[in-house]
């Protein structure tokens, strides 16, 4: 009897913390836009040694032109090439660039993703769900061999610009062949703030990627009082809200910082962003 107390108490006391209870891994943060405004205006390599430096996992790349060269510098500082960025028209013929199976040859088995901002028509227009589904599919044609995921990427004021809009076309692909991405500045631009949780779940099994950026509210953006993108550590938004809800959904894929038209040196606030990034990681 004596034994069996002793054997009992071991399984209570020892017995790990359930999985579900357990502090989810951090999700791996990595830099977007972060060369279009640099003062600095840094070469490739010269990015790739700053991201390592500063503990980014690696970027995004915008279009196509020098991507074997940020491939090559990517793999030589021991940096991910996340996504790469890509505007395609379904209006226009060809609706993307007629080179892209010859620039994405050099992605082939890096697991990279393809993120379409898709552009042709007015904002949220579902008479075109079709045309667009059938664009994707002809992308899709060049990036599955590649091992290549295609993404939607809403972005303000295009064709695909809210987040439902990008999981409505999702939904068309069988199998969660094609992802979404939320992107913080793009969603505050149109909803309200009391929304985020359920617009983000909205997004699920398809979200693929998330972008944040220090920010104003959606109703101080809306109403012209606020500024969308700036460094993580400023803003009147509690971003930290956001890793919260990624977090209760048991996300763990890229996180990437939205640096896009942030002036100055490119090195001055990616660090203070990557400081606040470990901030809100640590008080979770």
Known sequence: MKNFLLLLLAIVFCTPVFAQNAALPESPFFAICMDTHDTKKR??????????ELGFVGMKHLNLGKLQERVESSKKHGLKLIMVYLTIDVSANPPFDAKLAESLAC??????????????????????????????????????????????????????????DSVRIAKRFPNNEVGVMFNLCHWAAYDKSENLEAVIRSTLPYL?????????????????????????????????????????????????LQCFGIRGDAREHLERSMKKWKEMHAAK
């Open 107 to 164: 992605l082939k088995g890096s697991d990279t993703m393809l993120a379409l901002n898709i552009n042709g028509g007015k904002p949220s227009d579902v008479s075109l769900d079709d045309k667009i589904v059938s664009v994707i599919q002809d992308i899709m044609k060049i990036t599955q061999p590649l091992g290549v995921k295609v993404i939607i990427y809403p972005h303000k004021n295009s064709l695909v610009e809210r987040v439902d």
């Open 208 to 256: 693929a990627a998330v972008s944040i950026n220090g920010t104003d509210t959606p109703e101080e953006i809306q109403t012209k009082n606020g500024n969308w993108i700036q460094p993580l550590d400023s803003g009147s938004y509690d971003v930290s809200q956001v890793l919260k809800v990624l977090d209760k959904i048991n996300y763990t894929g890229p996180v990437g």
């Open 43 to 52: 070469s490739i390599e010269e990015q790739s040694v700053m991201l390592k």
